[in-house]
């Protein structure tokens, strides 16, 4: 199995929003606009200010996606680097995709301006995927996360 980690094209647009709703429906049971999210996906590409998509191929064919979006720490004076809407196709799962994409991201923050840390958020039933992060070196941040939603 030949893996590839890449950044994402608009190639790639309609391929991350298929994966993006399948997680919604996965891990939500949530059913999104899906010309919203390809909008989304499109401008995230289009925009590296937004963040950066990768993507992991596999023999050429894309297995795998994330996000990676930036917040400032005035406290670490450093870039925090979120990492979100990672999706790993059912017939790559357990194969050591997700390892490798993070893994790729780290070097890629090693070659940014004060990259401080990785955060991302996990659903608390999700444990496999908590292990998964677990086992790559992240650990609870205890911190809870509170949100308001103030649009579709």
Not at 44 to 57: C, F, L, N, Q
Not at 128 to 150: D, K, N, P
Request: glycine share 8%; net charge negative.
């Amino acid at each position: 199995m030949k893996i590839k980690v890449r950044e994402a094209t608009p190639e790639d647009t309609g391929t991350i929003a298929e994966f993006n709703l399948a997680m919604a429906r996965e891990t939500e049971d949530k059913e999104l606009d899906s010309d919203t999210l390809f909008e989304g996906v499109a401008a995230g590409i289009s925009d590296p200010a937004r963040g950066t998509y990768y993507v992991a191929e596999v023999d050429g064919r894309i297995a795998a996606c994330l996000l990676v979006t930036h917040e400032w720490s005035d406290w670490r004076n450093g870039w925090f680097w979120w990492i979100q809407s990672v999706y790993v196709a059912p017939d790559y799962r357990r194969k050591g995709l997700y390892s490798r994409m993070y893994k790729a991201v780290k070097s890629y923050a090693r070659e940014a301006d004060r990259v401080v840390g990785f955060r991302l958020y996990v659903e608390r039933e999700n444990r496999r995927a908590q292990q998964t992060y677990e086992s790559l070196g992240m650990t609870e941040s205890g911190y809870l996360m509170f949100e308001e939603i103030v649009s579709g």
